[in-house]
T-cell receptor, first 116, second 109 residues
């Protein structure tokens, strides 16, 4: 099956610093990637849809200047949490669709972000 | 508004059968996913239904009734490793995934 690799798996950072999370599709080209956030015991919540070569589409309530998304190539999308605060601590997951397999969405391993 | 309902938590015994229900009200329908998620890990794909009926895949089966806005995931011969959260997600008319809150399944020996 298609593989999506997300890095890092976990990160601890100080309040006020920025953190970059990478999401790569390893064996297929993903024109669209999705970024989700999941707080403990809650559902996955879509933050933004990342399109290769264009600006990301953010969901209502998600600050685009705080959560910077770059999708510079067909196999890489990055999410940068800028000026992180403790309330940004969460599980961030990326997902990509293989254009040849529209019935599945493949997920990265997820990144556990803790802001102290 | 769009809504996906699943039970919050279920408990079952090892070796038994359990059915996890999911009801949905969404703007359009382009399929329904079931995912399994172990604590601290990303979801893994279990099934996708777009037509009415039962899809069987090993110990797991998924059923869909579009007219009733209803699906269930059936797990047979439960194993301890099946303890996880099970997420129902519907693809709406804009091809966006609408997620349920997940059902935490606890398996007891």
């Amino acid at each position: 099956g298609a593989v999506v690799s997300q890095h890092p798996s976990w990160v601890i950072c100080k309040s006020g610093t920025s953190v970059k999370i990478e999401c790569r599709s390893l064996d297929f080209q993903a024109t669209t990637m999705f970024w989700y956030r999941q707080f403990p015991k809650q559902s996955l919540m879509l933050m933004a849809t990342s399109n290769e070569g264009s600006k990301a589409t953010y969901e209502q309530g998600v600050e685009k200047d705080k959560f910077l998304i770059n999708h510079a190539s067909l196999t890489l999308s990055t999410l940068t949490v800028t000026s992180a605060h403790p309330e940004d601590s969460s599980f961030y997951i990326c997902s990509a669709r293989d254009p040849g397999k529209t019935t599945e969405a493949f997920f990265g391993q997820g990144t556990r972000l803790t802001v102290v | 508004g769009q809504n996906i309902d699943q039970p919050t938590e279920m408990t079952a015994t090892e070796g038994a059968i359990v059915q996890i229900n999911c009801t949905y009200q969404t703007s359009g329908f382009n399929g329904l996913f079931w995912y399994q998620q172990h604590a601290g890990e990303a979801p893994t794909f279990l099934s996708y239904n777009v037509l009415d009926g039962l899809e069987e895949k090993g110990r797991f089966s998924s059923f869909l009734s579009r007219s009733k806005g209803y699906s269930y995931l059936l797990l047979k011969e439960l194993q301890m490793k099946d303890s996880a959260s099970y997420l129902c997600a519907v693809v709406d008319s804009n091809y966006q995934l609408i997620w349920g809150a997940g059902t935490k399944l606890i398996i007891k020996p």
